[in-house]
């Protein structure tokens, strides 16, 4: 296949350039298993960093499946690299829990992020760049349409906050409004009603994200499953506080009830009293 492909290049070209490496760093399975190859081959240490674990994916509730060759090669790789990197302690034990990783082969690297690009941006500025009105609530999501990101529940949330006037939920993400798992969720939008206070931005590039996380009063992160959820501490970085559920670094980047709130389960309806509270610091409520 195409790994195959890729590690007969890489030999090519190591023999053309006469280039000995002294490490391998690889991220994700697929390039993992291309640097298992290599460290069979070449006899040199093999750091590994995971982001997102399979098994964890599989046994998550609204996951698309992962293949059993995915969850093989991550076990291989948990048992048998030198270095093993992840963002969250949390993530530590999985990797123990599900692959029996040795916990003293991990280590802890939370995610960074761009403080260049994602900074506080006066919300009116930001507004008007957008075309948002200034006397709106605005909640954002950032993120794939994958069913394991909850945007249901998220939709469901703005359900039960239908009694606010001048509420917007902004959706940023997806493929186009033409593919499946956009069109159900306008089609859920339109079951609860609430269609004509959501937005489908559609997919936008990282480098235009900041003035949507500064026109928004909170973004909110309703996944299932993260193996740390970055958007969060790019809204954080933008001065925007965050409601989440309790996935990926959560618990531990937001300061609770300060710069965001973390909801004990993932119910809409504590999701939605999550938003209120801080779209209620920042807009007086309407009559």
């Known amino acids: 296949g195409h790994l195959d492909d890729f590690f007969k290049e890489l030999e090519k070209f190591r023999d053309r350039e006469s280039v000995d490496y002294d490490l391998i760093h690889s991220h994700y399975w697929l390039s993992g298993r291309v640097g298992s190859w290599a460290q069979e081959r070449w006899k ?5 960093m995971f982001h997102t674990v399979g098994a964890v994916k599989n046994s998550t509730v609204g996951s698309e499946k992962e293949p059993e060759l995915r969850t093989a090669i991550e076990k291989n790789l ?15 034990g999985h990797l123990v829990q599900h692959y029996g990783a040795c916990p003293e082969t991990i280590g802890v690297v939370p995610c960074g992020v761009n403080l260049n690009l ?28 994958a069913p394991l990101k909850g945007i249901d529940r998220l939709l469901e949330a703005m359900a039960h906050l239908k009694h606010r006037q001048r509420l917007r939920l902004v959706i940023v ?70 409601v989440a559920t309790k996935v990926g670094a959560m618990e531990s980047i937001l300061r609770e ?31």
Not at 78 to 92: F, G, N, P, W
């Open 78 to 92: 948990a048992r048998k690299c030198d270095r093993i990197l992840v963002a969250t302690d949390k993530e530590r």
């Open 44 to 48: 040199v240490p093999h750091v590994f």
């Open 173 to 242: 993400g997806g493929d186009g409004n033409s593919t499946p798992e956009s069109q159900r969720l306008q089609e859920l939008s339109r079951e609860l009603t609430i269609q004509d206070s959501v937005t489908f931005a559609g997919r936008i590039e990282q480098y235009k994200l900041p003035p949507y996380y500064s026109a928004a009063d909170v973004l909110v992160v309703p996944s299932h499953y993260e193996s740390f959820g970055l958007v969060a501490l790019e809204s954080l970085a933008s001065g925007t506080p965050v």
């Open 118 to 145: 994602f900074r506080p941006v006066d919300k009116i500025a930001a507004r008007k760049q957008l075309g948002f009105a200034q006397d709106e609530s605005v909640v954002l999501f950032v993120g794939r349409f």
């Open 257 to 287: 009830g300060e710069t965001g709130h973390v909801v004990n389960n993932g119910s809409s309806r504590l999701l939605a009293d999550g938003i209120e509270t801080f779209i209620s610091r920042t807009h007086v409520p309407s009559a």
